[in-house]
């Protein structure tokens, strides 16, 4: 079975039942791949990248809200 079968599976399932339709397939890729990207930069020391971040100065990040 194909991923857009699946999908399309998916899709009925949910109507039959009343629920929301599931996002389709590759949606989230790019956010997944961008997150990876980061986290291997990380583990290496080269930072975040020319996007920016918390980890292309060198110096830790700032406290969060909850002070932690």
Not at 7 to 36: F, M, W, Y
Not at 47 to 66: E, I, L, M, N, V
């Amino acid at each position: 079975m194909s991923a857009l079968q699946q999908h399309l599976l998916d899709i009925h399932r949910a109507a039959r039942l009343s629920r929301p339709a599931p996002p389709p397939p590759g949606r989230h890729d790019g956010a997944v791949l961008r997150a990876l990207y980061r986290c291997v930069a990380r583990r290496s020391g080269r930072g975040a990248g020319p996007s920016g971040g918390p980890h292309t100065t060198g110096r830790p990040a700032p406290p969060g809200p909850s002070g932690a």
